[in-house]
Nanobody
Framework: QVHLVESGGGLVQPGGSLRLSCAASGSSFSTYTMGWYRRAPGKQRELVALIRSSGITNYGDSVKGRFTISRDNAKNTVYLQMNSLKPEDTAVYYC????????WGQGTQVTVSS
């Protein structure tokens, strides 16, 4: 069993930056594919970024060039650095982990507004 706990959300002005963190419990974190999804009000859940155990990353088209996903296997933590934030990035961001099954965090709110 893996538990994922996000932190780092909040309110930021357009053009600003935030860094989300997701701490994972359990063992073998380094073997998991980890990632971030988001859900904006009235919209479907959307892939933000994934990072595989190999370090290979994938990004949703709307965040490419602005967001960076990384992981620290020694700390069982995955990060999402978000730069040049836009109002349309406003959403609840969910940490995601998968190996033999999927795991989800409880979500953290990110609001981009002036």
């Amino acid at each position: 069993q893996v538990h994922l706990v996000e932190s780092g959300g909040g309110l930021v002005q357009p053009g600003g930056s935030l860094r989300l963190s997701c701490a994972a419990s359990g063992s073998s974190f380094s073997t998991y594919t980890m990632g971030w999804y988001r859900r904006a009000p009235g919209k479907q859940r959307e892939l933000v970024a994934l990072i595989r155990s190999s370090g290979i990353t994938n990004y949703g088209d709307s965040v490419k060039g602005r967001f960076t996903i990384s992981r620290d296997n020694a700390k069982n933590t995955v990060y999402l650095q978000m730069n040049s934030l836009k109002p349309e990035d406003t959403a609840v961001y969910y940490c995601y982990g998968t190996r033999w099954r999927d795991y989800w965090g409880q979500g953290t709110q990110v609001t981009v507004s002036s």
